[in-house]
């Protein structure tokens, strides 16, 4: 359990330092919601398939890629819970861009 609030502690304190880039990718998200929602003839089911798949290879690319950001190797990650955290890491990163993806797709695509 330690370990659990161990993390959510460091990504809590991790988001305070880069409040700026938070909010700013938060805003430039929503900024992107807004002006895609306001094509009504856009399929959304081809961005959200889009982005599943390039979400999916982007979280194989980084689960490599995140013992060695962190200037580790994958011969320090030892127990369960070291592998959930690269697995979840790499994981929110993933996901983020994912959230991108899917609307610039859509706007791309056309």
Do not use: C, H
């Not at 961005?47 to 982007?58: E, N």
């Not at 890491?89 to 861009?97: D, E, H, I, T």
């Amino acid at each position: 359990m330690y370990e659990i609030w161990l993390i959510i502690n460091v990504f809590y304190e991790l988001a305070l330092a880069n409040l700026g880039l938070v909010l700013s990718t938060i805003v430039v998200w929503l900024i992107l919601m807004l002006v895609t929602q306001f094509k009504k003839e856009l399929p959304w089911g081809k961005g959200v398939k889009t982005a599943s798949a390039i979400g999916l290879v982007a979280w194989v690319i980084f689960f490599v890629m995140v013992p060695g950001l962190s200037k580790s190797s994958f011969a320090s990650v030892n127990s369960v819970i070291d592998w959930l955290v690269v697995a979840g890491v790499s994981g929110a990163f993933a996901g983020l861009l994912a959230l991108f993806v899917g609307p610039i797709y859509l706007l791309v695509k056309r």
